[in-house]
């Protein structure tokens, strides 16, 4: 089993709708987690850190559900701009600043 | 203020020349990560510094590869005798803490070909 799993998708989704992405974690000593962004060719951009209360960034909220070792990323009002790959994070040992990064999950948001 | 950056962007090589890829971290970011990314994939982790010392390489490949951070803020990746298959995207990372997580920021990086 992989460390860091995702959909690799695509998903399509059309412009207003909700989607939402799980990313299943191998390690349940894992401590961090978090959501980036990566546009084709660019490098990631940080989206948002997942608290273990769950947080919400405008129409972005993350998920850390410890029992099932799963992090989601729900994106309300799909806009043409989110269209991209996001790729989750996980630091599965406590007390190093060693990542793993999953595959991505590529979503498509069609006018 | 200043991002991380990497440089070369770009870089071909023969195969089984060195090459010498370069990062400049976020003044004042004391972790620094390099990873590898392949087509389709996420980036893969190769290294990290804490200051100027190798905290954890264990995801340098093989012999080959090597960094230094000597410094502790500019970071080189060295291979040696490079090979067709070490041809990706070489990311540089630095990262700062917020609320006790280590949230890092990626450098745009130096995509290698060996031919």
């Known amino acids: 089993r992989k460390e860091v799993e995702q959909d690799p998708g695509p998903f399509n989704v059309p412009e207003g709708a909700t989607v939402a992405f799980n990313c299943t974690y191998s390690?349940?000593?894992?401590?961090?987690f978090f959501w980036y962004r990566q546009d084709c060719r660019k490098e990631p951009k940080l989206l948002m850190s997942?608290?273990?209360s769950g947080n919400e960034d405008g129409r972005f909220t993350a998920q850390l559900n410890r029992a099932s070792q799963y992090i989601s990323l729900l994106i309300r009002d799909s806009k043409l701009s989110d269209s991209a790959t996001y790729l989750c994070v996980v630091n599965p040992v406590s007390g190093t600043y060693k990542y793993i990064f999953g595959t991505g999950t590529r979503l498509k948001v069609l006018a | 203020g200043a991002g991380v950056s990497q440089t070369p962007s770009n870089k071909v090589t023969e195969k089984g020349k060195y090459v010498e890829l370069r990062c400049d971290p976020i003044s004042g970011h004391t972790a620094l990560y390099w990873y590898r990314q392949s087509l389709g994939q996420g980036p893969e982790f190769l290294i990290y510094?804490?200051?100027?010392?190798?905290?954890?390489d264990s995801g340098l490949p093989n012999d080959r590869f090597f960094a230094v951070r000597p410094e502790g803020s500019v970071s080189t990746l060295k291979i040696q005798r490079t090979e067709r298959g070490d041809s990706a995207m070489y990311l540089c990372?630095?990262?700062?803490?917020?609320?006790?997580?280590?949230?890092?920021?990626f450098g745009p990086g130096t995509r290698l070909t060996v031919t």
């Open positions: 390690n349940s000593a894992s401590q961090s």
């Open positions: 990372a630095s990262s700062l803490e917020v609320a006790g997580l280590y949230e890092q920021y």
């Open positions: 997942v608290y273990s």
């Open positions: 510094f804490q200051g100027t010392g190798a905290a954890d």
